[in-house]
């Protein structure tokens, strides 16, 4: 497969991978000149048409899904006997392999990665796509910590063939949710019972479930409860361990009811233990008493016996007595007699009657402190839980521009966390300073919140591209993938040059200069050039649009075939710039057209795709008999009127439309550019320059079922995803 080129666009360059699946190799994507993963299945699976349907079908469902913690579904499609999957190329490792290497993760990490896993989780199941298979193997962790899940759209079209390969069954049967264990119907509630078992290996070293044979593995899922992480890692908190089992629950009911539930309650936290506030230490500290001793000792003073007559305490005397112990037996003895002021002998059993009064009341004081003492400390605790549950609102302080050690100190004072979400090159933010944030400043949020924050690596160099020789439209899309931004535009006409080619560039080609530099284009082009109106080319062949555009100025761009059993061979089925269009002279006006006949030419049988122009087919085409010229969609021959409007209007269907919000960053205008990759090939739709804290939107058209999208602002590319369906 090596130096293989599949749809004549991925060449592959080295495997990076095997999989109990499929094979993964490094390419290089020669359309958009970056490097991608491509993920080739195995001839035992692309060989059950089955299973391809519900591969393709998967694949392309979670092409739609766009978010910065799972990797990026490109493109789908195959090439003579082999079906593919083009990823996002992330550089780094697989979280099983820092597994084996490190034996187990720290609290604060493994809560940090369950945590992205299930942010991914939860963009995903927000579409209806469930994972079914989140294991290790299948969460990558680049160099800079960024947490991303890959494989989405591959599990559920494996969920039947993975039962019978026993390799990949051992491999991920420890992942299993009891339900899958029975075959019972999966959910988003079995994404997280899987993500409970990889929290519950990153934290102990080891799966919670281990057997001899895959059927004793997922029995084990079925009938045991696993052991709490903490017997195996003391060390663990308390609050962790919770999420862990929660997420482990046999009932999927009792797991939580969604993946940002548990996002939620995988945020770091530190707990401190409370310490009782009648407690007493060795350093002289208050120690409560046990109510059951002190309820002892009052019982004992209320068993003192009264001896001999009893008269009336006198109330200068109570309270006055020392509260200890006396004997059980006995008269008091005269000798121990007082004389009163009468001269009158005093019995001592009043003070002995007395004394039992003065304790109760000094223990119901002790009580009542107790009781005070308790309350105080129940408020201190119902406003510390109250305060966890409902912190106080602040406002987010607007950081961008700041050093992270500025930010982080202003987020510190206002009770915020602050996070490093992404580094990136910007020109205009010198190094180590935060580019964007969020929250944004001035909004409020709860204390203790986390705010994000993309800090800049300063300007990055790069060779500026030569794009002499070439049409303009390419050089601009040239000049946009590869950093740099669009300058004057300068018309210079020169006889033997086609015209809209680029004759001349500044800074020339070769040189280095900082991404998002404007380059300036000298364009040929006559003085004074018209617009003109883009005829409809719908229904006719490519010979006769190219002789509907050479009187208005206009040439034929990419021809694209496409199979479409409704519309004759050769015919043109769709064009860019569409019809009533207004354009410059010079322009190019691209097409698609049937391809049917090629394909079912073909000795196998199969329809053969193609993901740019065949020169041979678009010479072909060109020789295909038409209609005479005229305007709009041309019939002839058996074909009728209707039928040509059935055949354009299913055509139609395969166009996408997408609503793109383009907001500026604060600061100086910067150059906004829109890249379409579609039916069409990659194409520009969209180039302004735009005042810093500028929002605008657009709807952006695309076609096909691989369309796909791409923002930049600046020279970088903020957004690369595919057109809703």
């Known amino acids: 497969m090596i130096d293989t080129v599949l749809a004549n666009r991925y060449r592959i360059q080295a495997k990076i991978g095997d999989g109990g699946m499929a094979v993964v190799y490094r390419a290089i994507d020669l359309l958009l000149h970056r490097p991608v993963a491509i993920k080739c299945l195995r001839p035992q699976f692309a060989s059950d048409p089955e299973f391809l349907q519900r591969f393709m079908q998967e694949a392309q469902a979670a092409a739609s899904l766009s978010h910065p913690n799972v990797v990026n579904i490109f493109d789908v499609g195959h090439a ?25 993760l720290s609290p604060k990490r493994a ?6 896993v299930a942010r991914a989780l939860e963009a995903a199941h927000r579409r209806q796509l469930i994972h079914r298979d989140i294991k290790p193997h299948n969460i990558l962790i680049t160099p800079e910590g960024r947490v991303k899940v890959t494989d989405f759209g591959i599990a559920r079209a494996a969920s039947a063939a993975t039962l019978t390969q026993t390799g990949t069954v051992i491999g991920s049967v420890h992942y299993f949710s009891p339900e899958q264990a029975r075959g019972g119907p999966v959910g988003p509630a079995s994404d997280l019972y899987a993500l409970g078992v990889v929290l519950y290996e990153m934290l102990t070293g080891t799966v919670p479930f281990r057997g001899d044979s895959p059927i004793a593995v997922a029995l084990k899922h079925l009938e045991e409860d696993p052991v709490p992480p903490s017997r195996l890692v003391p060390s663990i908190p308390p609050w962790l361990e919770r999420v862990v089992l929660k997420a482990l629950a046999k009932d999927p009911a009792q797991r939580y009811r969604s993946a940002e539930e548990m996002a939620q309650d995988l945020a770091w936290r530190v707990v401190t233990p409370a310490v009782p506030a009648a407690e007493e230490d060795d350093w002289g500290t208050e120690h409560a008493e046990p109510p059951d001793a002190r309820a002892g000792r009052e019982e004992e003073t209320r068993r003192v016996p009264v001896v001999g007559p009893r008269s009336a305490p006198s109330p200068a005397r109570q309270g006055l007595a020392p509260s200890r112990a006396f004997p059980q037996e006995g008269a008091v003895s005269a000798t121990n007699a007082g004389h009163g002021e009468d001269g009158e002998v005093e019995n001592d059993a009043d003070t002995v009657s007395e004394r039992p009064r003065k304790k109760r009341g000094r223990g119901l004081v002790l009580a009542l402190l107790f009781l005070i003492v308790l309350g105080a400390a129940g408020y201190a605790a119902t406003h510390y839980v109250l305060s966890l549950i409902f912190p106080p609102e602040v406002v987010v302080p607007d950081v961008v521009g700041l050093t992270y050690a500025e930010a982080r100190g202003l987020m510190t004072l206002n ?22 944030q969020n929250p944004e400043g001035g909004r409020t949020v709860r204390e203790g919140r986390t705010v994000y924050v993309t800090l800049s690596r300063g300007p990055e160099l790069g060779i500026v591209p030569d794009v002499t020789g070439r049409p303009l439209r390419e050089a601009r899309l040239v000049l946009t993938q590869e950093g740099y931004v669009l300058g004057e535009e300068i018309a210079a006409f020169e006889p033997a040059v086609p015209v809209n080619y680029v004759v001349g560039q500044d800074p020339p080609p070769g040189v280095e200069a900082e991404k998002g530099t404007p380059v300036t284009l000298v364009v040929n082009r006559p003085q004074g050039a018209l617009m003109v109106v883009v005829p409809d080319l719908r229904g006719r062949t490519l010979a006769e649009a190219e002789t509907l555009l050479q009187p208005l100025g206009l040439e034929l761009g990419n021809a694209w075939p496409e199979l479409n059993p409704l519309i004759p061979p050769g015919r043109i089925i769709d064009q860019n710039p569409p019809p009533t269009s207004s354009v410059e002279q010079g322009s190019a006006v691209d097409v698609v057209y049937s391809g049917a006949a090629q394909q079912e030419a073909r000795p196998d049988g199969e329809p053969e795709t193609s993901a740019g122009p065949t020169t041979q087919e678009g010479q072909e ?34 166009r996408r439309t997408a609503r793109v919000d383009i907001y500026v960053p604060p600061g100086p205008p910067q150059e906004v550019v ?51 369906r």
Not at 88 to 103: A, D, H, M, P, S
Not at 424 to 434: F, K, L, Q, S, T
């Open 80 to 104: 003579g006997d082999v079906h593919y999957i083009v990823l996002e190329y992330v550089q780094g490792r697989n979280l099983k392999e820092i597994l084996r290497e490190e034996g187990r």
């Open 111 to 116: 809560a940090h990665i369950a945590r992205s």
């Open 415 to 436: 009770g915020l966390l602050l996070v490093i979400e992404a580094e990136r090159h910007d020109r205009n933010v010198p190094a180590g300073h935060i580019i964007r």
């Open 621 to 654: 085409a060109r020789q295909q008999p038409g209609p005479p010229a005229g305007s709009g969609a041309v019939v002839e021959g058996d074909v009728s009127p209707s039928e040509w409007d059935s055949a354009l209007a299913s055509s139609d269907q395969k």
């Open 674 to 724: 829109i890249l379409v990759i579609d039916d069409f090939g990659a194409r520009e739709v969209y180039r302004e320059t735009l005042a810093g804290g500028t929002h605008v939107r657009e709807f952006i058209d695309g076609r096909g079922d691989n369309a796909r999208l791409q923002v930049y602002i600046g020279g970088m590319m903020e957004v690369d995803q595919a057109f809703p």
